[in-house]
């Protein structure tokens, strides 16, 4: 995951370090980590960097090349992500157990995940994305489940 997209257009709407993170309610060293992908982005903020630059999410992740331009928000839904991770296990005939060990964590942090109570890690949701070719905003954008 490259998040250098994040950097660009930081600067093309002429923010600093110090003011997109106030704006995104971080410090400037925290935004520094993420761009030099140090540190992977929470996905909170990453949707709320997106919502700021009204950017769509596969830009900003690389998943995509082709720029959109979001004319509405999208919100963090923890049950709708949820939903859609069981929908895409279900359709590639996973169990709980088989995405964790795909995503290198327990079935009970899928579960949590599944159940809407955890916020999927962008990781994770890039990881899903990538194997299953499947969207980041698709995940993400609870007005399409």
């Known amino acids: ?55 769509n999410l596969d830009y900003i992740l690389g998943l995509s090349d082709k720029k959109i331009t979001i004319k509405k928000k999208i919100i963090l839904d923890k049950k709708s992500i949820g939903q859609k991770m069981i929908l895409l296990r279900k359709k590639e005939n996973l169990t709980q157990n088989d995405v964790a060990k795909i995503l290198n964590t327990t079935q009970s942090t899928i579960s949590s995940y599944e159940n809407g109570k955890t916020t999927l890690l962008t990781a994770f949701l890039y990881d899903l994305c990538v194997r299953y070719k499947v969207s980041a905003d698709w995940f993400c954008d609870s007005n399409e489940f």
Do not use: D
């Open 1 to 55: 995951m490259n998040l250098e997209r994040i950097k660009f257009y930081r600067n093309r709407i002429g923010y600093s370090q110090n003011q997109l993170g106030k704006i995104l309610g971080v410090s400037k060293s925290t935004l520094s980590r993420w761009e030099t992908g140090e540190e992977t982005i929470p996905l909170k903020h990453l949707i709320n960097f997106c919502n700021y630059a009204q950017i």
